[in-house]
């Protein structure tokens, strides 16, 4: 091969280093619904024996190649025609003006019931619950009382997901200027800032101020066991409303020791009384999290009397992990010193994190690590938490009370 990189189809191939990730982003970024994995990773090992790569390359290359199509792959399932008309239909839909608002009015007193979907463009279990509500519930005919709002909170970040054809295009349309439920605690005081994040939540606000009642509707980057997430440690006003959620652990105040805003800390009133909490139904692309985050807005529905019905699954305690500390890196060099996963057990004192140079992190107390990033070197976003401290895990039992009610 020659000494400069061969440029041919988008693909990239280098003499001295082979150029892994711009041979599978060029991959990626051809394919469509009808090719199969196989029929594009033996094109591209062809184009690279016809160059006079070495072979042997080609193997550990391959295998990436094909692990980053069979993800796209999955990103086509979930970004299909029907979900694309939900989030275009969402998009040009407009509530006093407000791009991306639906409002249903069921003409009778009620709550004002305030679900939003993708905060982060990449996640859409909350288009899923849309789709639907609108579709097979007919939620126009069936709300039997209240207002209930379904909101885009993301719409840029959200169109990014859509056109995306590689994994890094897909990491990418989280956001489009600032992570949306990292926002600047000052963030309704910016004047004239053009980040679009902002723009947007302070165009959302007198939309969000009106709920009696806020569900704001999450999946994570990793396979992790689903979540409800209550605003403060304010359980008790969630209590009620969680009945029926096939969900069995919950995270408490989180939102107290993180240093931004996230997105639901804007719900209802500025008093923090109003019921607000946050689900994160399991992974992005599985077919789960999106039935998960479905049957959880059904009970939420029905458990305000919303829409007929009562729920059926019970869960007689849940697992509470109360959070009491971040964990933030000073620089990139920075890295987990395993793969932690979300509710992995730590002690106190515990190496969870070191530096290049040697400079240690250790675990502030015995509990759980919540939410870590799986990202590594400078890929990761220092900017924000990297993950969340909790207390050991409690077991919350729901009373015998409440437990009838929802059987009856």
């Not at 033996?42 to 016809?50: E, K």
Request: net charge negative; hydrophobic share 40%; proline share 5%.
């Amino acid at each position: 091969m020659p000494n400069q990189p061969v440029e041919r189809a988008s693909v990239v191939l280098h003499t001295d280093s082979f150029n892994f990730r711009a041979v599978v982003q060029a991959a990626c970024a051809q394919i469509n619904e009808q090719d199969s994995v196989n029929s594009i990773a033996i094109r591209f090992y062809l184009y690279g024996l016809q160059e006079g790569m070495v072979p042997y390359l080609w193997v550990p290359c391959l295998r990436l190649l094909i692990l980053e199509l069979e993800y796209m792959k999955e990103i086509m399932a979930i970004t299909n025609a029907r979900m694309k008309a939900i989030f275009e239909m969402l998009m040009n839909s407009e509530n006093g003006g407000i791009p991306g608002v639906l409002r249903i009015d069921s003409g009778k007193p009620g709550p004002i019931l305030g679900v939003t979907a993708c905060t982060h463009g990449n996640e859409p279990s909350g288009l899923a619950v849309f789709d639907y509500l609108l579709n097979t519930l007919d939620i126009y005919s069936t709300l039997q009382r209240g207002t209930l709002y379904l909101v885009l909170n993301n719409i840029k970040a959200t169109e990014k997901f859509f056109t995306a054809k590689t994994r890094e295009e897909v990491s990418q349309a989280r956001y489009t200027d600032v992570n949306m439920n990292r926002l600047p605690k000052n963030v309704l005081a910016l004047k004239n800032d053009r980040r679009y994040e902002i723009q947007r939540v302070q165009d959302l606000l007198s939309i969000w101020r009106q709920f009696t009642v806020g569900l704001d509707i999450h999946s994570t980057t990793v396979p992790t066991d689903p979540m409800f997430i209550s605003r403060g440690g304010k359980f008790n006003l969630i209590e009620d409303l969680v009945r029926g959620f096939p969900i069995e652990r919950l995270i408490s105040n989180i939102d107290d020791v993180m240093r931004t805003a996230p997105t639901f800390s804007f719900y209802g009133s500025d008093k923090q009384d109003v019921p607000v909490f946050a689900i994160e139904a399991g992974q992005h692309t599985e077919p789960a999290s999106s039935q998960r985050a479905i049957e959880c807005a059904i009970a939420l529905l029905q458990n305000l009397k919303m829409i007929p019905g009562i729920s059926t699954s019970v869960v007689g305690e849940y697992k509470e992990y109360c959070i009491e500390e971040v964990v933030t890196f000073p620089d990139d060099s920075f890295d987990f010193v395993s793969n932690f996963k979300t509710y992995d057990v730590i002690y106190e004192g515990q190496v969870i994190a070191r530096s290049i140079d040697g400079e240690e992190i250790v675990a502030p107390f015995d509990g759980h690590l919540i939410l870590p990033t799986s990202k590594r070197g400078k890929e990761k976003d220092i900017s924000e938490e990297v993950a969340f401290v909790s207390r050991p895990m409690q077991i919350r039992k729901i009373s015998t009370e409440q437990l009838r009610i929802n059987k009856a």
